[in-house]
């Protein structure tokens, strides 16, 4: 992770090093990027970047400061050094200022020789660069100034909606924090954010984090990354504060660490074992001489060593010998069992890889400490898997996680093997929040071939673009490509990775598409008036459109602000397809007039348009739009109904809220907060 600088770009060895550079005696990170460190010194290591990405109010700077108190990094904020330039009446002041305006970005020389300065006067040797890089001309601006690219690059990946209301709260009286220009920063987010987010993505140094929750929880999710970093890396010793706590996954991960290195050991042969020379009878032969043996000693009363034991039933398991395996384990006494993890597993796996589960478990019931390792979990998960069992292997997975034991490497390809089996979505995408690369690969070599249902259920849950890609390689090695599931997964996944141009590559090459090949690329292009292109174009080709194409053109047309689009499209859907409406293109509709402000004509669809009572996404369609336009009356109708149909959805309470002291209603917004309170929601 940490190297030494061997050459420096041109821009850089023109910068002139500031007066603390050359009377530091100790190792200074700025003399990495000043001319003087040509001259090589043997203390002299380039400084450990980390990049902080997420759109705005996703909650990077509350995130970088839980950062710096437990990891002692330097916490730079790109946005908050541009806000200091504005202050001090810079030369560029004026423009910045202009640019935050807008939203937009302000150019990258000018972001990054405030970065570069900054690193420079620090002491410090760990950065945490926030809200930076924000386009790929940004990113290249600076590897091509700083002469370095990140090691680690956390993203907060937040949805639209809670950052809106997270920056609308934030009072701290920035110029940028108002709805106007949150949309700007969101379409600007959308249009040049995501090409950096996927570029380190594909080199494996993205780290996505969840940024629903509370900070201490997203916390949670952080903390593993840095404090992993300290067992690669003697140099970036993580200075963990002394008033943190240790919590139990890191002291899993030390563990593991431990654990695995440690506790199962390798199957040296025993005395038993050389005395009978296997080489000379076959290994079955050999095998059955030691267990008959080992039984006759047994019977004598001899005590028999525990790596005896193990190493037997390692060899039973290579040898796939079960029948001897159980008989080893006749022989161990009971009480050694009970207390020696190591043979217990190793016992617990040759009953799995038999199939025969019911021992199995039973031995995993009575095994001690079954918390310290993941060998015994992956083991009977296995065995559930290779029984096509995948509800039970799912669930043991599940329970694994309940337990606090920390999957590891060989965890995943069981267990994508069950969600495969199951064909469950939503199972995978839990799954994959864990996944790393080579564990895919791993799966392809251990000689599982997954099908076009597993596949396509794989790809709907991956979360990495860099193993869409894999995949995606894979499956055109495999020749099944132009499967019409696996190529409507595929265009979905990259639609979600915001890789449309290989969305669309695919779509236009297809041999051939389906309903679902259409409803994917139109909701892939649900943010522009391509959907609706996509639309005619489906029609032309005479394909059906169906209940879920309406959603998504529906749902493009309210992104967009398209009225009369959405309500010509809405009347060629019931009339021309005798398409009934469904509780979906009803909040549709209502996203429709609300979203452009219509909120009347939204709220006449709820009393007087729908064919049945209103649901929680219509109301909140509504809500939201009211909250977006200021409109207070219906905003609490709306509220009402959703306070009824979601009684434990704060976010309810909070936009109530806002829609209140929005307009000045102190004592309304204190009345919600304490509704809340009293439901026990946090306010
Ligand atoms: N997990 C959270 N839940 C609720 N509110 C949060 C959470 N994290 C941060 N916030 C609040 O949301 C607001 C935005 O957070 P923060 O300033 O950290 O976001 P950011 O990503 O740095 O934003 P920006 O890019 O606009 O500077 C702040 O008022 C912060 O207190
Ligand atoms: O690298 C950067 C960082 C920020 N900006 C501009 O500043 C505002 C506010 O940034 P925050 O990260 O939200 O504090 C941002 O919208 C940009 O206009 C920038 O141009 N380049």
Same mark, same amino acid.
């Given at each position: 992770m940490w190297r030494r600088v061997a050459s420096l770009s041109p821009l850089v060895s023109r910068s002139k090093p500031s007066k603390l550079s050359q009377e530091a005696c100790t190792f200074k990170i700025w003399e990495s990027f #000043? #001319? %003087? #460190?040509?001259? @090589?010194? @043997?203390s002299k290591v380039a400084p450990f970047i980390t990049f902080v990405l997420g759109g705005p109010g996703s909650g990077k700077g509350t995130q970088c400061a839980k950062i710096v108190e437990e990891f002692g990094f330097t916490h730079i904020s790109a946005g908050d050094l541009l806000r200091r330039e504005i202050a001090s009446n810079s030369a560029y002041g004026s423009v910045i200022l202009s640019t935050i305006r807008e939203g937009k970005i302000v150019p990258s020389q000018v972001t990054v020789q405030l970065i570069r300065k900054e690193m420079e006067s620090s002491d410090n040797d760990k950065f945490l660069i926030d809200g930076f890089p924000r386009s790929e001309e940004n990113r290249e601006a600076f590897e091509q100034i700083i002469g370095r690219e990140p090691n680690v690059v956390l993203f907060f990946d937040c949805p639209e909606r809670e950052m809106v209301k997270r920056v609308l709260n934030r009072n701290q009286g920035r110029v940028d924090d108002n709805i106007d220009t949150i949309k700007k920063r969101l379409e600007i987010f959308d249009e040049l954010n995501w090409p950096v987010i996927n570029h380190y993505s594909m080199t494996g140094k993205l780290h996505k984090i969840d940024a629903v929750g509370t900070v201490d929880d997203i916390f949670e999710k952080v903390r593993p990354i840095f404090a992993a970093l300290s067992f690669h890396t003697a140099k970036l010793s993580v200075c963990t504060s002394s008033k943190s706590k240790k919590n139990k996954k890191q002291k899993q991960l030390h563990q593991n660490q431990n654990t695995n290195s440690l506790s199962f050991p390798k199957s040296t042969p025993t005395p038993l074992i050389i005395y009978h020379k296997p080489s000379a009878q076959t290994k079955l032969q050999a095998l059955d001489a030691v267990v008959k043996d080992l039984e006759a000693s047994v019977d004598k009363g001899v005590n028999v060593d525990t790596q005896t034991f193990a190493s037997l039933l390692e060899i039973c398991y290579q040898l796939e010998a079960m029948e001897y395996g159980h008989r080893v384990h006749k022989l161990i006494p009971r009480s050694l069992l009970r207390r020696n993890v190591g043979l217990s597993s190793k016992l617990l796996r040759l009953y799995a890889a038999s199939g025969r589960m019911e021992e199995a478990h039973k031995v995993f019931d009575e095994m001690p400490k079954r918390d310290a390792s993941a060998f015994a979990w992956n083991a009977l998960i296995s065995g559930y898997a290779e029984l096509g069992l995948y509800e039970d292997a799912m669930a043991l997975y599940f329970q694994m996680e309940e337990e606090g034991v920390e999957p590891d490497r060989f965890t995943f390809p069981r267990v994508l093997k069950a969600c495969g089996g199951i064909g469950f979505i939503q199972i995978g995408e839990a799954v994959h929040r864990h996944v790393a690369l080579d564990i895919f690969r791993q799966m392809f070599d251990e000689g599982y071939q997954p099908d076009s249902v597993s596949i396509s259920t794989i790809l709907a849950a991956v979360q990495s673009l860099q193993l869409v890609v894999q995949i995606h390689g894979w499956v055109i090695r495999m020749g099944v490509e132009w499967n019409l599931s696996i190529a409507n997964a595929l265009i979905a996944a990259y639609s979600k990775h915001h890789e449309l141009n290989r969305a669309r590559w695919l779509f236009s090459h297809m041999p051939e598409r389906d309903v679902v090949t259409w409803n994917t690329i139109i909701s892939a292009h649900s943010k522009s008036r391509e959907a609706l292109l996509y639309f005619d174009q489906m029609e032309k080709d005479g394909a059906l459109p169906d209940s879920i194409t309406f959603v998504s053109i529906l749902s493009a047309c309210a992104n967009l602000g398209l009225v009369k689009d959405g309500q010509r499209l809405y009347s060629v859907m019931k009339n021309r397809y005798r398409i009934s409406p469904i509780m979906e293109h009803y909040a549709c509709m209502v996203n429709l007039y609300g979203r452009s402000g219509r909120i009347k004509e939204a709220y006449g669809i709820v009393t007087d348009g729908m064919e049945f009572e209103a649901g929680p996404t219509v109301w909140g369609a509504l809500l939201y739009a009211c909250y977006l336009h200021g409109n207070v009356d219906i905003g609490v109708v709306a509220a009402e109904k959703l306070f009824d149909l979601e @009684?434990?959805? %704060?976010y309810n309470f909070e936009l109530l809220m806002m829609i209140y002291g929005n307009v000045g209603r102190l004592e309304d917004v204190e009345r919600v907060r304490l509704m809340m309170m009293e439901r026990g929601l946090d306010s």
């Open positions: #000043s #001319s %003087e #460190s040509q001259v @090589p010194t @043997p @009684p434990d959805n %704060e």
